[in-house]
């Protein structure tokens, strides 16, 4: 009998895996938790801060030389070039997926890098997005041609996010779902992810033609509308090509209108807990469940497959629950909105800690997994030996950072995303309710739900590969 | 007005107690992995080496046994402080091999012969050991026989 108990995705990539965060260190980090939610309580502040942007523009030599279309063609054009080196090398180099640039690229340098640089720089990913530049190009062509082409449909705002939604829980699926027998020639293979972006290219693209450049990247082009939300976090924003600053934290109080939101920002959340959960509480559970799938005949590989969606669905479900709790107590409270006006009005306070979760769980794993993306993974992108840049046989230098730093860097993580949430949660009871007593009793209910978040968080910091 | 001021002052004040508490008493709290100030000074106590209840058998060498493809036991979890001297060993019954992920080390184990890696333990993190069978000159897909747990 095999046992179906598989590395991660991760851990085969750099071949590392963290260390569980010490009991000692955990039960520190609750108690901190604790205590910045009494502080943030204490300081209560009686009237909004963060719903005028005060945006301003920089100077404009400054925002020619970021939004002028020379930076726009050669970003695209980057963007465009990398995608293609993705599915060269993910058709042509080797299927070891952790010596080919496809799979280091597009899981670590770009699902996670991306969200660094988004919440740090702003919506970076905008000029950067292969498939706007691919759709902005074409339109050109067409005008050269003397064409204009026109979108054929309206996009139904209803639907508003959730082909986004859709788009990253799907992505998140690949990647930990059907990647689970992530060792080699099963699951996850640079073949397979190189086929995977020509699929979404074309539904990108197709998405684009039907309903519109801009709206689909604002609606339905999940990894723009997904490093969107954390550029809200940043303090950059460019309005009509002109780039400016603005309060910080200001632009994540008006994201959560558009339908879909909340569910992006909880799935955010759900897909790291899941992604911790399996390799710790979840994992001898997911594992059982996997023999029983192929003790009725099921290949062993679907067995844990089917398993692994199951479970990935129940975290995301018990992720919503938990936020729906704290929103049905908050209820409760006298003057107390419809309870569906009160879950999208809290929805934003929830991005600080979907982007703590991402660094509690993938710090670690982007500063190791770059140093192989800029040597040996650049100049040998196919895994066949060649040298391009001189880098070939430079590797990961793993004792640049101690495992205690790390977990520093973890558990500070989580405090810092912990209270971000909570002072956007104030803000926004008091907008709500107006009176501030109702406003300081509802966010007893909002620090539950984030107490319990960020517990849940270092617990899974604690569990991981135990 | 008053009453705000004082609240702050209250919970400042609990914030420096509790980073002071925290600042003394970490190292009892962690007691399991005091070895950190043990590894940085040493250089005095070079021969004796202190961590005896770690290694009883065969000198302090981590055997693993691979066989039939697979290692017997299951995957065998190995446990070291940073900074310590480690000895692994690797026997098998086919060509084969192996491979220590993030310390970069291969070697080749074939029957009666088998691999043998000496190395301090100076990254820490959980690491990967892979053996893969060489059947007609060529690897065959990998296989994970233990992973090295380096604690700080």
Not at chain 1, 203 to 210: D, K, P, R, S
């Amino acid at each position: 009998v095999i046992s179906l108990s598989l590395p991660s995705a991760h851990g085969v990539l750099i071949g590392r895996e963290d260390l569980p965060v010490p009991e000692w260190l955990f039960a520190w980090g609750a108690s901190a938790v604790l205590i910045v939610s009494f502080v943030v309580l204490s300081t209560a502040w009686r009237s909004q801060r963060f719903d005028r942007d005060n945006w301003r523009p920089f100077a404009p030599a400054l925002s020619r030389l970021v939004t002028s279309r020379i930076t726009e063609v050669l970003a695209g054009a980057i963007g465009v070039f990398l995608l293609g080196v993705v599915v060269w090398s993910g058709l042509e180099g080797t299927e070891a997926a952790n010596l080919n640039f496809a799979a280091t690229f597009v899981f670590i340098t770009f699902w996670l890098g991306t969200v660094a640089l988004s919440v740090v720089f702003g919506d970076v990913f905008r000029a950067f997005n292969p498939w706007r530049a691919i759709a902005k190009a074409w339109v050109w062509a067409a005008a050269l041609a003397g064409r204009r082409p026109r979108a054929p449909l309206e996009y139904p705002e209803r639907l508003g996010r959730w082909p986004a939604v859709a788009g990253i829980v799907a992505f998140v699926w690949f990647e930990l779902v059907y990647g689970a027998g992530a060792i080699q020639t099963t699951g996850i293979t640079p073949h397979s992810i190189a086929i995977a972006s020509i699929v979404y290219t074309g539904y990108a693209l197709g998405g684009m033609a039907l309903f519109g450049i801009d709206r689909w990247l604002a609606r339905g082009e999940a990894f723009s509308v997904y490093f969107e939300m954390f550029s809200r976090l940043s303090v950059f924003e460019v309005r009509e090509r002109r780039l400016g600053i603005r309060r910080i934290l200001s632009a994540t109080t008006t994201w959560a209108v558009v339908p879909g939101s909340l569910a992006l920002v909880l799935a955010t959340i759900g897909n790291t807990t899941f992604d911790g959960a399996q390799e710790g509480f979840l994992g001898g559970a997911i594992d059982r469940f996997a023999n029983g799938l192929e003790n009725i005949g099921l290949d062993a590989l679907w067995s844990i497959r089917v398993s692994e969606t199951l479970f990935f669905a129940v975290t995301l479900a018990a992720i919503a629950l938990l936020y729906w709790i704290g929103v049905r107590g908050m209820r409760t409270v006298r003057g107390s909105p419809a309870l569906r006006d009160l879950a999208t009005a809290f929805a934003h306070t929830l991005i600080p800690i979907g982007l703590a979760y991402l660094v509690a769980h993938y710090f670690s794993l982007v500063f190791f997994g770059e140093q192989a993306q800029v040597t040996y993974l650049l100049s040998d992108p196919l895994g066949d030996g060649s040298d391009l840049f001189g880098t070939a046989s430079t590797g990961i230098d793993y004792t640049l950072l101690s495992a205690t730093a790390i977990w520093y860097i973890q558990v500070g993580a989580l405090i810092v995303g912990h209270v971000t949430g909570l002072i956007l949660a104030h803000d926004r009871a008091i907008g709500v309710y107006g009176e501030p007593r109702a406003a300081s009793i509802s966010q007893r209910w909002m620090l539950l739900v984030m107490v319990a978040f960020t517990c849940l968080g270092l617990f899974l910091l604690s569990q991981s590969n135990a | 007005m008053e009453p705000r001021g004082r609240a702050i002052a209250v919970a400042a004040g609990a914030a420096v107690v509790a980073v002071a508490l925290f600042l003394v008493l970490r190292d009892s709290g962690g007691s399991d992995t005091t070895s950190k100030p043990v590894a940085t000074n040493e250089a005095p106590a070079k021969k004796e080496p202190p961590k005896e209840k770690r290694k009883p058998p065969e000198a302090g060498t981590e055997t693993i046994e691979f066989k039939n493809g697979a290692p017997v036991g299951g995957v065998q979890e190995i446990e070291v402080s940073s900074g310590d001297e480690v000895s692994l060993r690797m026997t098998s019954d086919v060509p084969a091999d192996v491979h220590v992920h993030g310390y970069e080390l291969e070697g080749e184990a074939a029957p009666g012969d088998p691999a043998t890696f000496d190395f301090r333990a100076t990254a820490e993190g959980e690491f990967e050991v892979e053996a893969h069978e060489v059947t007609g000159g060529h690897e065959e897909e990998g296989v994970q026989v233990a992973s090295v747990t380096v604690t700080p």
